[in-house]
């Protein structure tokens, strides 16, 4: 249905030479990959404001920001306003999760919504027919470098075939421990965007990591 792509976090990058990092990465990649973490949604603290502010700065690609944070109604139309060009949130912690989706694309960004590993499908089903991208965690959100949970993959199906059913045009992102040894099982279950984090920022060559994730990606099938 889309065509597939990689998306690389900068979990994995080196902060200390972030614009360079990205920029390594920005021929071969439609989008950057931003993990926001508060400390209280998960118990890590990573990217805010700041950063997203100067990696518009620094480039052109699509700022995709992932919200791990327990108050995404404050923050997300601030990181609009700063150049994120999508935001997904985990709609669990926001009392009115379809009313921040409406206020995000009135911004003019895209959005998604994400389920954690031990969330069912059926919790964000309400909101697939008005969001861009759902987010399908295959590690429990908060910490790069996790091993990759083939349980989880069964939710992508899952969500193809709903999004068939319901004749929906929302996008399926997968992120957590995609890796050369696990990047087909979820291309393969029909996973169109693939967020990896250590597999291009950990390898030598990141545009060589990211043409072999989205060669293996492609070669698996599935219903992209």
């Given at each position: 249905?889309?065509?597939?792509?990689?998306?690389?976090?900068?979990?994995?990058?080196?902060?200390?030479?972030?614009?360079?990092?990205?920029?390594?990465?920005?021929?071969?990649?439609?989008?950057?990959?931003?993990?926001?973490?508060?400390?209280?949604?998960?118990?890590?603290?990573?990217?805010?404001?700041?950063?997203?502010?100067?990696?518009?700065?620094?480039?052109?690609?699509?700022?995709?920001?992932?919200?791990?944070?327990?108050?995404?109604?404050?923050?997300?139309?601030?990181?609009?306003?700063?150049?994120?060009?999508?935001?997904?949130?985990?709609?669990?912690?926001?009392?009115?999760?379809?009313?921040?989706?409406?206020?995000?694309?009135?911004?003019?960004?895209?959005?998604?919504?994400?389920i954690k590993p031990a969330h069912p499908l059926?919790?964000?089903?309400?909101?697939?027919?008005?969001?861009?991208?759902?987010?399908?965690?295959?590690?429990?959100?908060?910490?790069?470098?996790?091993?990759?949970?083939?349980?989880?993959?069964?939710?992508?199906?899952?969500?193809?075939?709903?999004?068939?059913?319901?004749?929906?045009?929302?996008?399926?992102?997968?992120?957590?421990?995609?890796?050369?040894?696990?990047?087909?099982?979820?291309?393969?279950?029909?996973?169109?965007?693939?967020?990896?984090?250590?597999?291009?920022?950990?390898?030598?060559?990141?545009?060589?990591?990211?043409?072999?994730?989205?060669?293996?990606?492609?070669?698996?099938?599935?219903?992209?």
């Amino acid at each position: 249905m889309y065509e597939r792509s990689i998306a690389p976090s900068i979990l994995s990058a080196d902060f200390a030479r972030l614009g360079a990092e990205v920029a390594e990465v920005a021929e071969v990649v439609p989008t950057i990959h931003v993990d926001v973490m508060d400390g209280h949604y998960v118990p890590n603290i990573t990217l805010g404001h700041p950063v997203v502010a100067s990696l518009r700065r620094a480039t052109d690609r699509v700022l995709d920001c992932h919200l791990m944070i327990t108050d995404p109604a404050t923050y997300a139309p601030q990181l609009v306003e700063l150049g994120a060009d999508h935001v997904t949130f985990h709609p669990e912690v926001e009392d009115d999760p379809l009313a921040l989706i409406h206020r995000l694309r009135d911004q003019g960004a895209s959005v998604g919504v994400a389920i954690k590993p031990a969330h069912p499908l059926a919790m964000v089903t309400e909101l697939l027919a008005h969001v861009d991208l759902l987010l399908v965690m295959t590690v429990e959100p908060g910490f790069g470098g996790q091993a990759f949970l083939p349980e989880a993959v069964g939710k992508v199906t899952e969500a193809v075939t709903w999004r068939a059913r319901h004749h929906a045009e929302f996008r399926i992102q997968v992120d957590g421990g995609i890796a050369p040894a696990t990047v087909a099982t979820a291309a393969a279950a029909g996973a169109e965007v693939l967020v990896a984090g250590s597999a291009v920022f950990g390898a030598p060559d990141r545009p060589a990591a990211v043409r072999e994730l989205l060669a293996l990606a492609e070669a698996a099938g599935g219903d992209a």
